[in-house]
């Protein structure tokens, strides 16, 4: 077994240069660049002119352009130079401020983290209890009401639902209740450290909310599913049988088969509701995580910041897939990932 976690980790390695060489390949063939970004900003109309071409950045100032950029050298060149520096971790520097991408990073992870953890941990507390609940009342009107009222929120995408709330509960909306921007008050670091963290509390329900409200389904329907299938098996049927009440049977013998799939499916709950929803509730709430640095990249072709943001993103996306997978073999020595 310890032979194929060690292949799983190797092949983090392979893959990592695959989704880079890909992405890489794909920015430089599209069309503009940095240099071209910046010879737009430089771009200042002559005198009487109303076509801001007039006056473009001559040759030798184009030519120390791309110089300080690295694209003097030949694009295997500035890969190989990046692949180096990604292997120490050295993911250079902003090309639009400077700032080594390690340290905007590092600033932006704690907001990303806090959506992240944030929405999991909810997701959790709230899925497993409604799919013990709708397992045990499988059938019922309320399994009937509930599953419509996951399935309508799974519906609603993320950001259309940061909209709505904005518009209904932010600053400025019909009940202006909570705030819009950030996760803190500007000038709250001087306050007591319950006004702080009541202050972060009321500043993160919007962003959670708009993150949650889609991952309720799938998470909840998994729990009745293992439940439904558990509470079926002859071991239920015993302990029923010896006397047993219907919940020392459903916590001492089928929360703990049912629960294995939830526990392990933790990391990968954490990277689905991390990745696909934070880059949009972060541009609608002005969060500066790292889906809106990315998203800043972007448009303003910063390379080292776009490969940097991606390359976090990936290596914490398979790290987390194979702790997932690892947990499974914790919780239940049965499965064998290397038999299979």
């Not at 709230?126 to 709708?134: A, C, E, Q």
């Not at 306050?191 to 909840?220: C, K, N, S």
């Not at 293992?226 to 919940?247: C, H, I, P």
């Not at 998203?295 to 897939?321: K, S």
């Amino acid at each position: 077994m310890r032979t194929y976690w060690l292949r799983r980790f190797l092949l983090v390695i392979p893959t990592l240069f695959a989704i880079i060489a890909i992405n890489f390949l794909v920015v430089q063939l599209a069309p503009g660049g940095p240099v071209q970004v910046l010879e737009q900003k430089l771009h200042v109309p002559a005198p009487g002119s109303l076509y801001r071409g007039d006056a473009a950045p001559d040759n030798a100032m184009l030519a120390q352009l791309n110089a300080q950029f690295g694209f003097d050298k030949p694009m295997l060149a500035r890969f190989w130079i990046m692949l180096r520096g990604y292997a120490t971790f050295n993911l250079g520097r902003s090309f639009t401020t400077g700032t080594p991408v390690t340290t905007l990073i590092a600033q932006r992870l704690p907001v990303s983290l806090s959506l992240g953890l944030w929405s999991t941990l909810i997701v959790y507390l709230v899925s497993i209890p409604l799919g013990i609940f709708k397992a045990v009342r499988n059938g019922s009107r309320a399994d009937g009401i509930t599953g419509i009222v996951i399935i309508t929120g799974y519906a609603i995408p993320g950001f259309l639902l940061a909209i709505f709330l904005i518009v209904l509960f932010g600053q400025g909306g019909m009940v202006p209740i909570f705030p819009l921007r950030g996760l803190t008050t500007p000038g709250s670091i001087t306050w007591p450290w319950q006004a702080r963290i009541a202050d972060y509390a009321w500043h993160m329900v919007l962003p959670t909310i708009a993150m949650t409200a889609g991952g309720f389904a799938t998470l909840t329907m998994l729990t009745k599913n293992a439940f439904l299938e558990e509470m079926q098996k002859l071991y239920v049927t015993t302990a029923r049988a010896k006397g047993a009440s219907d919940l020392r049977v459903l916590l001492r013998h089928v929360l703990p088969n049912a629960g294995l799939l939830l526990v392990a499916t933790l990391p990968g709950a954490l990277v689905s509701i991390l990745f696909s929803s934070a880059l949009l509730v972060e541009i609608i709430f002005s969060l500066n995580g790292l889906g809106y640095l990315g998203y800043e990249a972007v448009l303003q072709r910063d390379y080292p910041v776009m490969f940097g943001t991606l390359y976090v993103y990936t290596l914490v996306g398979l790290v987390l897939r194979i702790l997932g997978d690892f947990l499974y073999t914790m919780l239940d020595p049965r499965i064998d990932f290397e038999g299979r």
